[in-house]
């Protein structure tokens, strides 16, 4: 990710930002929900969506 990108994500969930390059979103959105998992953190309505976009782009 370049400082850029990574200034402009801040600490907004993906319902809020997703990576510019859509080929990045799947290993993203597989990685945010491995941390939230881990945690047990919640995931709120609008996060869930943007994350069930994001995995529809992975290789089934």
Do not use: F, I
């Not at 945690?39 to 782009?57: C, F, H, I, W």
């Amino acid at each position: 990710m370049s400082a850029a990108s990574n200034r402009s994500k801040g600490d907004k969930d993906p319902s809020q930002w997703r990576p510019p390059l859509r080929s990045y979103w799947c290993t993203y959105s597989r990685a945010w929900v491995e941390v939230k998992s881990h945690y047990r953190l919640n995931v709120t309505g609008p996060e869930k969506q943007a994350l069930s976009d994001m995995l529809d782009t992975c290789d089934r």
